[in-house]
């Protein structure tokens, strides 16, 4: 069982109160961009065993969408962030990098 | 004018909990983020509180407003006064980004009541109960569709969409089987 807590409303929400948004951080590539670019934009997604930054939806609470570092393997949740976050924050990222110090980072 | 009816038409069930379908009752959806000018005077006018800290609900007698999420509030009042109490909320924040709907005919009103009525949400939600600070409004999932309940007056009083209402009734009905109380 997945918990994570939502940073908007703090309610620590178990997984079937959330939706799955997929990779975070991801850079967009519209209109204009080459086809590599918008190829990986769109289809390219990493699929680590080990440290992951998502995308989440708190769809049966406040219905805000927000990032959280977990482990893929473990289960092992890092942190959650508001989804207003441009790259993760760098005590989470301290965070991790102390406990999975073998962890080649966020990018 | 029509008389407003509620989804159920007041359906009970008598379990190890009463379930009880009640209202209809009044409900503003009030959209604003916290900081918007004239907000609390607006919420004051209509429904007579302040505005909620996160996850709470605010009561004024049977009149109450609950924090929904960082940019919303739900207005509970009598649903004759639903109304005026709109056209005082466009007044007050004329001008301000912001938005007020009535939904009291979107939505169906639970009470569960009885010394274990917990247990019947329990069974229902993948929320922790035990978790909830006194006068907390926790919004989750009832079964397969999206509910928002409280505690108080011996019970929990839960509102969900009225499309479903039916189905609810059902799953709480089973939930509150005597005899299916947990250990
Ligand atoms: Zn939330």
């Known amino acids: 069982m997945l918990i994570l807590e939502c940073p908007y409303c703090g309610v620590k929400a178990e997984e079937t109160e959330l939706q799955p948004g ?4 991801l850079k967009r590539f519209g209109p204009g961009s080459s ?3 918008f190829e990986a934009y769109m289809f390219a997604r990493k699929n680590p065993k080990g440290v992951h930054f998502e995308r989440w939806r708190h769809a049966y609470g406040c219905g805000k969408w927000f990032l959280a570092a977990r482990c893929t393997a473990t289960l092992e949740v890092f942190g ?3 989804a207003q976050s441009p790259e993760p924050p760098a005590d989470l990222v301290n965070k991790i990098k102390a406990k999975r110090p073998e962890w080649k980072g966020w990018k | 004018m029509a008389e407003p009816v509620s989804a159920l038409g007041g359906a009970v069930f008598e379990g190890f909990a009463t379930v009880r379908e009640i ?3 009044g409900m503003i959806t009030l959209r604003a983020k916290p900081d918007v000018p004239g907000l609390e005077a607006a919420v004051r006018g209509a429904v007579g509180t302040g505005l909620p800290a996160r996850r709470q609900m605010d009561w004024a007698k049977d009149r109450g407003c609950g924090w929904m999420s960082p940019d919303e509030y739900l ?3 009598p649903h004759a006064e639903v109304g005026r109490a709109l056209a005082g909320i466009e007044a007050a924040l004329k001008g301000q980004h912001f938005l007020a709907v009535d939904v009291s005919d979107a939505r169906a009103v639970f ?5 274990k009525a917990d247990q019947v949400l329990r069974k229902l939600a993948p929320a922790d ?10 919004r989750s999932r009832i079964a397969q569709v999206a509910g928002a309940f409280w505690a108080g007056e011996g019970g929990y009083t839960l509102v969900v969409f009225r499309s479903v209402a039916g189905y609810v009734m059902g799953v709480l009905t089973h939930s509150a089987q005597p ?3 947990l250990a």
Do not use: F, K, Q, V
């Open chain 2, 23 to 25: 209202g209809p009752l």
């Open chain 2, 179 to 181: 005899g299916s109380e």
């Open chain 1, 35 to 37: 086809p590599e670019d």
């Open chain 2, 111 to 115: 009470r569960i009541e009885g010394e």
């Open chain 2, 75 to 77: 207005l509970i009042l």
């Open chain 1, 22 to 25: 997929g990779e975070a951080h």
């Open chain 2, 129 to 138: 109960l035990d978790a909830m600070a006194p006068g907390e409004l926790r």
């Open chain 1, 80 to 82: 959650t962030y508001p």
